[in-house]
């Protein structure tokens, strides 16, 4: 079966500082990788997904299948990226849908 | 702009009884999805389902039943509810033919069970 591990439950930076937030997963086929964010009551939603290689609100992510790696980045930390941070893994059927699995969460911190 | 609702964003329940979460989405979504939020255990699916009257189990279906009578509604049932099911719940809804990463998620339901 698939996981996704998030090793850090809570990351505070200070504003103006780079930020990494790690995600490891394991699964022997390829898989689908996102990072999915929540700010704070509001609801969950998409941020990026490594197929695309695309930097939403400055974060990039890469898949590294040598390291089983989906580490999110982004060079200079701003106070609106306080967040709950998700790593998902998915694993396509094609016969239906199958869900996502979800990382524990990485409590994102940025200290002005 | 895809909708995702949630009938209540809270609910206090006492142990014991049976409780009903309702999702609705009008997108015509074939794919709902009933997720858990917990602090530190992160997301964690309950149950899902791909068509009306289809329903498959996720990571952690004990305890929990679900009902897809019509396309747009997907319901999460607690037959008797227990303390240790006080949490979040969120639900998503997706297309047929897309990954799961078009999932969309409602607000979400803050259950208490007393």
């Known amino acids: 079966a698939q996981r996704v591990t998030q090793p850090e439950k809570l990351l505070s930076v200070f504003k103006g500082a780079p930020v990494e937030l790690k995600c490891n997963y394991s699964y022997s086929g390829s898989p689908e990788l996102f990072w999915y964010v929540q700010y704070s009551r509001q609801r969950l939603q998409l941020l990026l997904r490594?197929?695309s290689r695309e930097s939403i609100k400055g974060f990039t992510a890469d898949l590294n299948k040598g390291e089983t790696s989906f580490h999110l980045k982004k060079p200079f930390a701003q106070e609106e990226d306080s967040a709950m941070y998700y790593c998902a893994l998915s694993v396509y059927s094609g016969g239906g849908a199958d869900g996502l699995t979800f990382g524990k969460g990485t409590h994102l911190i940025i200290q002005p | 702009d895809v909708k995702v609702t949630q009938s209540s964003r809270y609910l206090v329940k006492r142990t014991g009884e049976k409780v009903f979460l309702e999702c609705v989405q009008d997108?015509?979504?074939?794919?709902m999805f009933w997720y858990r939020q917990d602090p530190g255990l992160g997301l964690r699916l309950i149950y899902f389902s791909y068509d009306v009257k289809m329903k498959e189990k996720g990571d952690i279906p004990e305890g929990y039943s679900v009902s897809r009578e019509k396309k747009e509604r997907f319901s999460l049932i607690l037959e008797s509810a227990s303390t240790n099911q006080t949490s979040m719940y969120l639900c998503?809804?997706?297309?047929?033919?897309?990954?799961?990463?078009?999932?969309?998620f409602g607000p979400g339901t803050r259950l208490t069970v007393t």
């Open positions: 490594h197929i």
């Open positions: 997108m015509d979504h074939e794919n």
């Open positions: 998503a809804s997706s297309l047929r033919d897309t990954p799961a990463y078009e999932q969309y």
